[in-house]
């Protein structure tokens, strides 16, 4: 009854294309999930498949994400196809449009989990690093968006999760790129929210805080002060929180009890005065002479 009329709701300018409509009679709809071989992509996957639908699990690396995928399917009983390729790569969006077609369906939900880190002074990060970080965490997500939100808007049904951070509330220096990523993200999903609101699609961003995962570690952002006084979720924890606020449609979803309450106060506080705090608890703490840091990737 509830997601009656939330959907009801959603829809209430949606002027339905008959003949655009008949396209889609005989397939099925899917969730496309980027970087969901582990982590957070691992644990929305579950998640979805738990809640009955079948889908297109999207990471570079072939053996945990089939691995993953036939976790998924034992314990599911869904279909849950790999599609190994990487979303920065012109072919991405073909690999995942033929692995639909094979399965007669049609992305229903595209969940844009794949992305990455980098920790240090943005004067110390490799060129090619910070380009491969635009590329994923900017560029692909925001391609795949592109490519997949015409045909929610053709059915009226269906939406897109953009994983964004708690860190897009605020500069962050020592993870300069990666916060000002997630500002980026969290930014065009709350604008094509607006822009598609009543047409019956969900646009929804994800920001978390610290979670328990490989991906602080990677980062080479362990000796952080933020990861001894921001206390990390669990994977599981922050996809069950997504979940349920991308089934009310929420524009963004801060999953916690205490990370809304930082969220607002970077909002509000001083844009110098927050900048520093923020700075003062990412400063890495363990090589203060080191050239580089290692990027890490999350999918």
């Known amino acids: 009854m509830l997601s009656s009329l939330l959907q009801a709701w959603r829809r209430r300018r949606w002027q339905p294309d008959r003949a655009a409509l008949a396209l889609y009679q005989d397939l099925k709809p899917m969730v496309v999930i980027t970087g969901a071989s582990e982590g957070i992509g691992y644990a929305l996957a579950r998640r979805f498949a738990a809640a009955g639908n079948d889908l297109i699990v999207v990471a570079r690396r072939p053996q945990p994400l089939e691995a993953a995928a036939a976790r998924i399917r034992a314990d599911f009983h869904v279909a849950a196809v790999p599609v190994t390729v990487d979303i920065t790569q012109p072919q991405a969006t073909g690999a995942i449009e033929a692995a639909l077609a094979d399965q007669r369906g049609f992305a229903d939900v595209l969940i844009n989990n794949a992305g990455m880190g980098l920790a240090g002074a943005f004067i110390r990060q490799p060129p090619e690093a910070v380009v491969r970080l635009l590329d994923l965490n900017v560029l692909a997500l925001t391609r795949l968006m592109r490519h997949f939100l015409p045909g929610m808007r053709v059915r009226g049904r269906g939406g897109i999760l953009n994983l964004a951070s708690l860190g897009g509330f605020a500069p962050g220096p020592y993870q300069a790129?990666?916060?000002?990523?997630?500002?980026?993200?969290l930014?065009?999903?709350?604008?094509?929210?607006?822009?598609?609101?009543?047409?019956?699609?969900?646009?929804?961003?994800?920001?978390?805080?610290?979670?328990?995962?490989?991906?602080?570690?990677?980062?080479?952002?362990?000796?952080?002060?933020?990861?001894?006084l921001v206390p990390p979720a669990s994977p599981d924890r922050v996809a069950a929180a997504a979940y349920?606020?991308?089934?009310?449609?929420?524009?963004?979803?801060?999953?916690?009890?205490?990370?809304?309450?930082?969220?607002?106060?970077?909002?509000?506080?001083?844009?110098?005065?927050?900048?520093?705090?923020?700075?003062?608890?990412?400063k890495p703490r363990w090589q203060e002479t080191s050239t580089s840091s290692s990027p890490t990737t999350r999918d």
Do not use: D
């Open 177 to 185: 790129v990666y916060y000002a990523s997630k500002a980026y993200v």
């Open 244 to 282: 349920r606020g991308f089934a009310f449609g929420w524009r963004v979803i801060i999953p916690g009890v205490f990370n809304p309450a930082l969220a607002l106060a970077l909002r509000i506080l001083p844009h110098r005065l927050g900048t520093a705090i923020v700075g003062w608890l990412l």
């Open 187 to 228: 930014a065009l999903s709350e604008a094509v929210a607006a822009e598609t609101a009543g047409e019956g699609v969900r646009i929804s961003a994800l920001a978390p805080g610290p979670v328990s995962t490989e991906f602080h570690r990677r980062m080479g952002s362990e000796r952080s002060f933020y990861r001894y």
